[in-house]
């Protein structure tokens, strides 16, 4: 099973840059489209953006279309979500997970630590 291993939040300003990255750990990610997801505190768990395995197709909530892009490097098991333009409303715990079917799903079995993103105002 691919366990998903999340970095690169932090602190940022509002209207500031981060880039996240989910790198496979224990196999591959190959095949499979990947998800990013978030959740803030005391809010239900969404899906951000999503990308298949040939990185040519990909999904944006409406929440963040036009600031987020996500992006692959197949040959890096590795994917990334650049994040521009934050809003104090993207802060959250920010969590990645392998699906083999598109849409990708929102319910998974696994769900790694996740990365904390804050956007102070």
């Known amino acids: 099973q691919v366990r998903p291993v999340e970095s690169g939040g932090g602190l940022v300003q509002v209207g500031g840059s981060l880039r996240l990255s989910c790198a496979a750990s224990?196999?591959?990610?190959?095949?499979?489209?990947i998800g990013w997801f978030r959740q803030a505190p005391g809010k239900a768990r969404e899906l951000v953006a999503s990308i298949i395995w040939r990185g040519d197709v990909t999904y944006y909530s409406e929440f963040v279309k036009g600031r987020f892009t996500i992006s692959r490097d197949n040959a890096k098991n590795t994917v990334y979500l650049q994040m521009n333009s934050l809003k104090p409303e993207d802060t959250a715990v920010y969590y990645c997970?392998?699906?083999?079917?598109?849409?990708?799903?929102?319910?998974?079995?696994?769900w790694g630590q996740g990365t904390q993103v804050t956007v102070s105002s």
């Open positions: 224990g196999r591959t990610f190959s095949g499979s489209a």
């Open positions: 997970n392998a699906d083999t079917h598109w849409p990708v799903s929102k319910s998974y079995d696994y």
